[in-house]
């Protein structure tokens, strides 16, 4: 009984940590497939005989009895994109009886993989991940293959754009969609060009954004020019503010200013005010995530708005389906539809 | 050995769950003390026999078992405030190998009571309250006796400003230190007149403000006038929009507006520009907080700084010694000393 009930506790990061090694390392010495030396590969076998332990652990984990927690990584909580959709999921999660432990990644990679060792340590019934690496364009296999024995493990909502790289449930905004009713929009109020700049090109949200506009803008008729401004470019509003400063050294090259979101693009619109332009008149400045809201603190941005009740709402069902099917190969990604919120920074 | 187990197990709650009745029932069935009807006190009593409970649980719920879990309650998590508080403090929480769950309350008293009720059915270690009802001045004697139970249970800390009153750690902001250094740096920089607004007298938060404001006034000669705009007078930028504009319709009575947070007086400093009036030259706003930092959203408000990284440690640290030394009773105040953060929209 005592024999069962320990191999049924034990994951791969169990005998990941007794070899020494890495989870993958594990996983390819189990597979036969990939370079382990010899040596190891003995020590880890013998460790798998030892507990008996099956790779195929995810069933049995939901078998040892849930904890009814959830984990749930941001990069930063003070971001209020990532503590809208927290917000809402979290009204969810309570209200089906879960607990969600909310931890803050500082976008830090190494910290990450330890916040996920943790939550499998603490055998939470799921995880959710929000921005950090997994948004990242380039990717090493090691990282991809430590997401997927997480969600191998426990169940996963990736809310990443291109997270179906992973191999796990997925839910984001249809940044494509969003792009569309943002320049169909400003194409209608008479605007005839956007300059899209922010966030940096190894990310997908800022990356895809980019692509789309030049794919709208052709089909639109509007002139598009990008400008990440790297490599000092970030998601923040002094990146905005800094980066439209150095814009208005010389003419104005766009009628709209586009913000990867909402923090660049109220840097960018300070920045233009500061130097005497008038907005909208003289300039106008769009963005997207739709941070500010009247009565928490207004951005006065026009904004692409992920919905974050609709969002919050589907990462936790999505969440909750998998916990309950009790089955990891839950693919589906679930496209968020945004709105377009006008506010004054436009006309 | 399983009614060992189980009798460690049982809290008071357990006891009123199963009686029907409120844990403060249960408490002056035990006690002898205060009203308990015959039947529900024979009742409670045959419990308390059949579980062999005893109600000092507080060191018996420690030795079941630590889950290196911690409870986070919060009104809402949008709000900055909280959120870099909850930030901090969960830095110093996960390195010292805890996981905290982030609860949203949305301010509502019965949702508060529920969450403080599954956090104790989850076994947290630990747990940790900011805002909401303990901040009211006025308080039903049931919330007290209700805080005071969870606290002889679970190590607790309280960031609610006069927590002393629930016999609990209590950690939060000097705020006659914050009036203090306001009001000093307003007087040497000129200004004669302060008008502090937003909020309401019901909470301490703002009450405590107002009273120190005139201390400090009358200290340094400087005319007060205080109006909390009540009753539709919140904490947030829509209180502070709308409470000034009503404020623009007469001449203006101060040199210096205070919104009681940082929320109020953006929302009031963005009316004062609509209606044409410069920042800081015709007129001049400051606030508590320090919600904006210039990477993250920039307020551009002069503002009493709580200092969070001091604050999310102190709060940590008071409630680790808590859960190390098993006794319930340390009633020790942390004041944190805040710090004021000059902004443009102060000469």
Redesign the interface.
């Known amino acids: 009984m005592d024999e069962q009930t320990r191999s049924k506790s034990i994951t791969i990061y169990d005998i990941a940590k007794e070899a020494g090694v890495s989870s993958a390392t594990v996983s390819r010495a189990i597979s036969g497939k990939g370079y382990v030396s010899e040596t190891k590969k003995i020590q880890i076998l013998d460790l798998v005989e030892k507990y008996n332990f099956s790779p195929n652990t995810f069933a049995q984990n939901l078998k040892t009895g849930f904890t009814?927690?959830i984990?749930f990584i941001v990069p930063?909580?003070?971001?209020?994109y990532f503590?809208?959709v927290?917000?809402e999921f979290?009204?969810w999660a309570?209200s089906h009886?879960y607990?969600?432990?909310?931890?803050?990644s500082k976008g830090d990679y190494e910290v990450e993989s330890k916040?996920l060792y943790?939550?499998k340590e603490?055998r939470v019934d799921g995880i959710v991940m929000m921005g950090g690496r997994m948004d990242a364009v380039e990717l090493s296999e090691e990282y991809i293959r430590e997401i997927r024995e997480i969600k191998d493990l426990i169940p996963f909502v990736s809310c990443a754009t291109m997270a179906e790289r992973f191999g796990c449930a997925a839910v984001y905004t249809d940044d494509g969609k969003g792009v569309e009713l943002l320049m169909t929009h400003l194409k209608s109020k008479g605007y005839n060009s956007i300059y899209m700049f922010g966030g940096g090109d190894e990310f997908y949200p800022a990356y895809l954004k980019k692509k789309y506009a030049y794919e709208f803008g052709k089909k639109l008729g509007m002139k598009v020019t990008v400008n990440w401004l790297t490599p000092n470019m970030n998601f923040?509003?002094?990146s905005g503010y800094i980066g439209m400063k150095m814009l208005l050294e010389k003419p104005l090259e766009a009628e709209v200013f586009c913000g990867v979101n909402d923090?660049v693009a109220?840097g960018a619109r300070?920045a233009a005010l500061e130097a005497g332009l008038r907005v909208p008149e003289d300039i106008a400045f769009v963005g997207f995530d739709d941070?500010g809201e009247?009565?928490?603190?207004?951005?006065h941005i026009t904004s692409v708005s992920p919905c974050y009740d609709v969002f919050g709402k589907k990462v936790f069902t999505t969440l909750h389906k998998i916990m309950q099917d009790k089955k990891p190969h839950d693919m589906k990604t679930s496209l968020i539809k945004p709105e377009l919120k006008l506010r004054k920074s436009t006309k």
């Open positions: 009814k927690t984990g930063h909580i003070g971001n209020m503590a809208s927290y917000y979290e009204k309570s009886g607990m969600t432990i909310l931890l803050n916040l943790s939550l603490k923040d509003y002094r923090y109220v300070d941070i009247e009565t928490v603190l207004p951005t």
